[in-house]
């Protein structure tokens, strides 16, 4: 009998919380798994990757009996400690073709472009009420080594109405923004921003609404294979006939997923409202902006007028395992308050009301993976978001419902299933060092390429590194 135990995870206390998950005033809506109970599909981890999984299946599967269970409570993992950024595949379409494929990659990027109409429509129906803003998201340079960034995916962008992408002048860019840091760029018009905390605890309630079980407040410690799969909880064991893990950066408590991914996070701050501000700077609209240094830079204004801003850190969990200072960490986000004054020197007086961090699980490839544990055709997984998974994990949903529900269907064939294209990673202690390494060369190389220097060579994880955007 095959067993796998999950760490249990490190649950932020309320001062340690996002500023969204305290402005939306997320805490748990369900009670704990307290008795024994049976279910035909089970979910661990109750974020957008999870929600949109037991929403597909009940969408697919009206009478399935579907339960998630949650660590802490709903969105209050990486789901609701984002950048709220929303945007296309389309960003990643030179990555997609080399993973899956011409055809299949513009296809998976019209199902994101998809997911954000979708999510355009649950808001204007009334059933979440999530701030989505689709102002654009625009990709820019604020230093020479940034120019050309978006150069792979614009050369590819074949999207049925025309290009998704666009070149971005200098003038629109300080126009919009109010900042003259960045130069140029590339805009995606039907993009933008979220309240990521909304969201989640809004898919929460859609998904109470269409008969999910959730159980907040209820780590899952083990899973005893099957069939039927058993996962022990403090209070209780939940039966079940299949699993999906959807847990994030938690995956990697399973040995066969940590050799393909790395957790790191990425760190945020938000500073007090400054409406009268920014409006002066001519920043009044909902757009979500990225630098593309190597530990991407990503800011965002709130309707209220605050300015969210977060900058990839380059820490690793050793063995993968993330601990509480992934959900804060010392330091105020000294480094995100220099990149704000660099960015809007207007904002030097501005006062930062809110800092924290985010666990976001990565692969060597940028791009999410799913499929089944080995030998375990009744466990499947989705990991790997990359810190972008606001319009790409409803598609997550529809693949692993496809895997759950053992259809042959586009989904379940994606060339995004399945471990064997993938790259492992070395084992630590190597994989640790080696990463500590990185992130030393990148900040040396980020801070002088700011300043027009010549930064050195940064090594293979620093490519692409588009960690915690949304």
């Known amino acids: 009998m095959t067993r796998y135990t999950l760490w249990k995870p490190a649950i932020a206390a309320p001062e340690d919380r996002s500023f969204w998950l305290k402005d939306a005033g997320g805490g748990p809506a369900t009670a704990p798994l307290t008795a024994d109970a049976i279910c035909d599909a089970a979910i661990i981890g109750g974020g957008y990757a999870g929600l949109w999984t037991a929403l597909r ?76 803003r689709l102002d654009g998201w625009m990709w820019t340079a604020s230093s020479r080594a940034q120019e050309g960034a978006w150069d792979g995916a614009l050369a590819l962008d074949r999207a049925p109405e025309g290009p998704r992408l666009a070149p971005l002048s200098g003038a629109e860019i300080r126009a919009r923004t109010g900042s003259a840091a960045s130069y140029t760029g590339v805009v995606e018009r039907r993009a933008g ?21 959730i159980h907040e ?53 938000a500073t007090e409202p400054v409406p009268d501000k920014l409006e002066a700077l001519g920043w009044t609209g909902g757009e979500s902006i990225c630098d593309a240094q190597a530990h991407v830079l990503y800011y965002q204004r709130t309707p209220p007028g ?20 992934f959900n804060r960490r010392p330091g105020g986000g000294a480094d995100n308050i220099r990149e704000l004054r660099r960015l809007y020197p207007e904002l030097a007086d501005a ?10 699980d990565c692969m060597a490839e940028h791009l999410p993976v799913f499929g089944h544990l080995a030998g375990q055709p009744h466990i499947f997984f989705g990991v790997g978001f990359n810190g972008t998974g606001i319009a790409q994990t409803p598609v997550a949903g529809r693949i692993l419902a496809s895997l759950v529900l053992g259809r042959d269907d586009r989904w379940s064939r994606s060339g995004l299933v399945g471990l064997k294209r993938r790259t492992a990673l070395p084992p630590e202690p190597i994989r640790y060092l080696g990463a500590r390494i990185v992130r030393h060369a990148i900040r040396q190389r980020n801070d002088a390429e700011i300043e027009n220097r010549t930064g050195g060579a940064a090594g293979p994880l620093a490519v692409r590194a588009h960690a915690g955007r949304g």
């Open 217 to 269: 407040s209820t780590p899952v410690a083990e899973i005893v294979a099957g069939p039927p799969c058993r996962l022990r909880c403090p209070q209780a064991t939940l039966t079940a006939g299949k699993v999906v893990l959807a847990a994030n950066a938690w995956a990697s408590a399973v040995p066969e997923l940590r050799r393909y991914l790395y957790i790191v996070d990425s760190q945020l701050i």
């Open 193 to 213: 921003t979220v309240h990521p905390a909304k969201l989640a605890l809004g898919l929460r309630a859609l998904a109470l609404a269409r008969g999910v079980t």
């Open 306 to 325: 605050r300015v969210i801003l977060g900058r990839g850190s380059g820490n690793v969990a050793y063995g993968g395992k993330p601990d509480a200072g």
């Open 57 to 132: 299946l009940k969408e697919q599967a009206p009478d399935l009996k579907v339960t998630v269970l949650e660590a802490d409570f709903c969105g209050s993992g990486a789901s609701g400690r984002n950048g709220g950024q929303v945007h296309t595949w389309y960003a990643e379409l030179d990555l997609l073709t080399k993973l899956v494929g011409p055809t299949e990659a513009l296809a998976l990027c019209e199902a994101t472009a998809e997911a954000i109409e979708e999510l355009a429509a649950l808001q204007a129906s009334g059933s979440i009420d999530m701030d989505l």
């Open 351 to 360: 006062r930062v009301e809110h800092d924290w961090a985010g666990p976001i």
